[in-house]
């Protein structure tokens, strides 16, 4: 079983609508989330993170996060054709001096005007 | 624009060369992390610094990589005899240690490498 499983897509969302990215981990002592957009060519770039059970809200991005179920997803409300790119999930043990980050190879996501 | 800047951006050599990069962090992080990402998968963990300390090293890092951080500030990755299978886009990160929970990392912009 891979650390970091996301679905490679690609995802394709007409714009305006709700694209939904989910990633699922298997280490349980995983404790800290990010999510990272990454256009083509490019290198990622931090959307946000989240650590704690729930919902955490950033404009138009909300992260999900349920640790019982190793799982951890990305909303992104009112998609726009700029948001088309690759969306890595990494997932990060903290503690210690483990401090690095393990990813999924990410969503390609499409937003057709 | 992270604040974290990767030089040279594209570099193409002869297999069996070697190569440096550079990576200068952002300048009040004390943390350094170098990733390999290839074609349609995630970064893969390289390395990482906790100021002048190199903690940690992957299995990925061979005997021909080796990095470096004098001084606790940039820090320099190099590959001896290069072989078409390191050719990746070298990414660098730096983060500040605070709250381990909130900690984030920020990318440079990434040195291609092609080895022909």
């Known amino acids: 079983q891979k650390e970091v499983e996301q679905n490679s897509g690609p995802l394709s969302v007409p714009e305006g609508a709700i694209a939904s990215l989910n990633c699922t981990y298997s280490d349980r002592g995983s404790q800290s989330f990010f999510w990272y957009r990454q256009y083509s060519g490019k290198s990622p770039e931090l959307i946000m993170f989240?650590?704690?059970?729930g919902d955490k809200e950033d404009g138009r991005f909300t992260a999900q996060l349920n640790k019982a179920s190793q799982y951890v997803s990305l909303l992104i409300r009112d998609s726009q054709p700029s948001d088309s790119a690759t969306y890595l999930c990494a997932v990060n043990k903290s503690g210690g001096s483990n401090y690095k980050l393990t990813f999924g190879k990410g969503t390609l996501l499409t937003v057709n005007p | 624009d992270t604040g974290v800047s990767q030089d040279p951006r594209h570099k193409i050599t002869k297999r069996g060369q070697n190569v440096t990069f550079r990576c200068d962090p952002i300048s009040e992080h004390n943390r350094l992390y170098w990733y390999r990402q290839t074609l349609g998968q995630g970064p893969e963990f390289l390395t990482y610094?906790?100021?002048?300390?190199?903690?940690?090293k992957s299995r990925l890092l061979s005997d021909r990589f080796s990095a470096e951080r004098p001084k606790g500030s940039f820090s320099t990755l190099e590959i001896q005899r290069t072989e078409q299978g390191d050719s990746a886009m070298y990414l660098c990160?730096?983060?500040?240690?605070?709250?381990?929970?909130?900690?984030?990392?920020?990318f440079g912009p990434g040195t291609r490498l092609l080895v022909l």
């Open positions: 990160a730096s983060s500040l240690a605070i709250l381990a929970l909130q900690e984030t990392q920020y």
């Open positions: 610094f906790q100021n002048e300390a190199q903690l940690e």
């Open positions: 989240i650590y704690s059970n």
